[in-house]
């Protein structure tokens, strides 16, 4: 059972800046945490829009779920969570 990895919590703590830092020094943008829930669906549940931005900026696929995934994709984590700028730019960056 893995612990969660660094880009994962700057999602979830919506920290776009520190973000794009661990990108730049190879930071997977895809890697799920705990093999589950990405650092798109975490920015998604926790409501950073500007976080999914940044991630989608990056080059994350929003709608990229795992396959043992079964908590929905990120657009449904942030409708879930009723975090409305959040579903907002998801659909606009095309997320299902």
Do not use: C, W
């Not at 500007?50 to 989608?56: D, E, V």
Request: proline content about 3%.
């Amino acid at each position: 059972h893995e612990k969660e990895n660094a880009m994962f919590i700057a999602a979830r703590k919506g920290d776009a800046e520190l973000v794009e830092r661990l990108h730049k020094v190879g930071a997977d943008l895809q890697k799920p945490s705990n093999g589950v829930m990405t650092p798109v669906m975490a920015a998604a549940k926790t409501g950073h829009a500007a976080t999914i931005r940044k991630l989608a900026e990056l080059g994350a696929d929003v709608n990229y779920m795992p396959v043992y995934m079964r908590n929905g994709s990120a657009l449904h984590q942030a409708m879930m969570e009723g975090h409305e700028e959040a579903v907002e730019v998801l659909k606009e960056l095309g997320a299902k």
